[in-house]
């Protein structure tokens, strides 16, 4: 090797070094973020949930894997996987198919759909305690929705002391809080469906229904996956709405598994108890986001 390709041989490792140290120090802040904000505080969870910890006697006591027998025992625990199934069930298929449908519809090319657009988004920033407030006024037996039936002659329930109708309430005023969100992404992927294709579809024949389900859809798909995956993890992650409205009542009707996560932890002060539910709510989130990720090959377009 000559003096001069050595030369630019250091030259070239050098300039990788710089690249490479530029790389680490730029993806640094996630890496330290994920660290100090995810990771620690998940191991943190972890540890407590395997001690006897009162908060207000000073106890922390090693217990092992008891805490976690006693979700097996507890049938609180398991009334409160019954609702999260139900809320986050209806949440994710009204929320998706609504949000969908609004997309397809302000999609068209018509006169106001920019405002229609910013009128069902704009739930999205008002203060979801704020906008809680305002339901329960709307939703108690006397309020704005039963004033309403009662014009039209019919006797509304009270639809935040009934079991069915305040897991019902609850579900519907959380769809129409984020509904906004998933609309303006759908936008956003049906605008980007090639409309040639669309017109060669047209042109062969196929109505509007079979365009959508053999074209607009597959080509959505990838979205589809999106919205569906942030749906469930936020529907199980629902704690402001539920406490305003209904504080996990009546009966154990609403009250999902981070609702009971807070009330063994900040009313029971049984942090450790709670640790253990939180750490279940973990691994429920990462298996329906697992199942989720691992099925997309079977019907998302891009990853056929």
């Known amino acids: 090797m000559t003096a001069a390709a050595g030369t630019r041989s250091r030259r070239r490792h050098s300039w990788q070094q710089r690249d490479s140290l530029l790389g680490y120090l730029f993806v640094a802040p996630s890496v330290l973020g ?31 894997a008891e805490n976690y ?18 809320f986050s069930s209806g949440v994710a298929a009204l929320n998706i ?16 759909s920019t405002f229609f657009r910013v009128l069902f988004f704009s739930p999205v920033v008002v203060s979801l305690v704020a906008w809680s407030i305002v339901w329960g006024f709307l939703l108690q037996n006397s309020g704005g929705i039963n004033a309403f039936f009662g014009v039209i002659g019919i006797d509304g329930p009270n639809w935040l002391r009934e079991g069915w109708s305040a897991l019902l309430a609850v579900v519907v005023v959380q769809v129409f809080k984020n509904v ?19 017109e ?20 959505i798909s990838p979205t589809l996956l999106l919205v569906s995956i942030i749906t469930v993890v936020g529907s199980l992650e629902t704690f402001a709405l539920i406490d305003v409205l209904t504080a996990g009542g009546p009966g154990n009707s609403t009250n999902v598994l981070v609702y009971y996560f807070y009330q063994r932890a900040f009313r029971f002060n049984d942090f ?9 709510l973990f691994v429920i989130v990462l298996v329906l986001t697992l199942l989720q990720w691992q099925t997309r090959r079977r019907w998302v377009h891009h990853e056929r």
């Open 180 to 198: 906004g969100l998933n609309m303006v992404l759908f936008l956003a992927a049906l605008q980007g469906v090639p409309e040639e294709m669309l």
């Open 69 to 86: 027998t006693a979700l097996l025992e507890d049938s609180t625990l398991h009334a409160s996987l019954v609702s999260s199934v139900l």
């Open 272 to 280: 450790g108890y709670a640790s253990a539910i939180a750490m279940l």
């Open 97 to 112: 198919s609504l949000a969908l449908l609004l997309a397809v519809l302000l999609n068209q090319k018509v006169r106001g």
């Open 34 to 64: 994920a660290v100090l904000l995810v990771i620690l505080p998940l191991g943190a969870v972890a540890w407590y949930s395997l001690h006897d910890w009162n908060a207000l006697s000073g106890q922390f006591r090693f217990t092992g």
């Open 200 to 219: 060669a579809a047209r042109i062969d024949g196929a109505g509007a229904v079979r365009r959508f389900f053999s074209i607009t859809l597959p080509m």
